[in-house]
Every structure is written in C-alpha cells, then in structure tokens.
C-alpha cells in the first residue's frame, strides 16, 4: 500500500468512497451516521468535501495505484468541537473504500495520521466519529489506539471525540 499526497483534484475519488460507505451503511439499515441520500448527490456536502480537499492536508491510500482510502488532517477540529490547548494533528476524514473493508486501509492511514504527528512534533492526534450504532466507530478508533475524550453533538446526531499520543 502506497499512501500519497492528495488535493482537489481527488474529489470525485473520495466522494465515490463517501457514497459506497453510505450505500455500504444503508443496506445494513444503519442510516444514522451519515443519512440514506449519496454525499455525491448533496451540494453542501460535495462543497464540504472540496474544501477538505483544498484547505485541509488530504491523503490517498492506493493498492496497485488504486485509490482505496482517504484521509483528511487539519491543525484543529471543526466548529463543533471543542478546542485543546496544545498544538495537534486532526482527523477530519477517514474513509475506506468498501471494496477494501478489512484490509487494513485505515489503520495504515492512521499510522499516517501518527507519522505526520510525530513529522512535526506534535504529541495529540485526535478524531472524532459517529457514537450510534452501538458504538461500533468508537471501538474501531479505540482498537487504533485512541482514547474516548468528551461526546458532542449536531442536531441529533451523536458524536464522539477520541484522542491518541504519539510522542
């Protein structure tokens, strides 16, 4: 698995992710994380993705030169977490594609996450997810080594905050 550099012009790539995610979620009924309706097909959420890609530091995993996961840092979280006091490394997005469920897309993309961290001396890695579904992304995370930190919400949809050292 190679893991590169990404920018705007990997939007319909990590969108193609986005949408067999919640195809992927929907046919498992479990539409709380991210609705029944394609990422593709909503123009706020295409326009989220875009300025992820443009202001944020994306990265595409690829197997064979095929784009397989994404992930998405940042210097900070999103308006709707709350701030630390300490310089660190944000996980805006991590998807698989779900045709790679399984093999490892994203831990590898999260030792990524840990290098870059660690590539500027940076201690804190965090990321935040959905809490429903039984908690099946904080299990995940937690299995990554991420610790649950505070919950939070949007709407009525319910989120948790998890947070690594890697220093």
């Known amino acids: 698995m190679k893991i590169r550099a990404g920018g705007p012009d990997d939007l319909s790539t990590v969108l193609?992710?986005?949408?067999?995610?919640?195809e992927w979620l929907v046919s498992h009924g479990r539409t709380g994380q991210w609705g029944t309706?394609?990422?593709?097909?909503?123009?706020?959420?295409?326009?989220?993705?875009?300025?992820l890609l443009t202001d944020?530091?994306?990265?595409?995993a690829e197997i064979d030169g095929e784009p397989v996961g994404?992930?998405?840092?940042?210097?900070?979280?999103g308006p709707e977490i709350p701030p630390v006091d300490e310089p660190e490394v944000y996980v805006r997005l991590l998807v698989t594609d779900r045709r790679f469920a399984g093999h490892g897309v994203?831990?590898?993309?999260?030792?990524?996450?840990?290098e870059e961290a660690r590539r500027r001396d940076?201690?804190?890695?965090?990321?935040?997810?959905f809490a429903g579904n039984e908690g099946r992304l904080v299990a995940y995370y937690t299995r990554q080594?991420?610790?649950?930190?505070?919950?939070?919400?949007v709407g009525d949809w319910h989120g948790q905050v998890l947070a690594r050292r890697v220093g």
Do not use: N, Q, Y
């Open 37 to 51: 309706e394609s990422w593709s097909s909503r123009p706020k959420a295409v326009a989220r993705v875009e300025r």
């Open 122 to 129: 940076v201690d804190l890695l965090r990321v935040d997810c």
């Open 70 to 77: 994404a992930l998405v840092l940042d210097t900070a979280p």
């Open 16 to 22: 193609g992710m986005l949408d067999s995610a919640v």
């Open 145 to 153: 080594g991420f610790t649950p930190t505070e919950t939070f919400t």
């Open 106 to 114: 994203g831990a590898a993309l999260l030792a990524h996450a840990a």
């Open 56 to 60: 944020s530091e994306p990265w595409i």
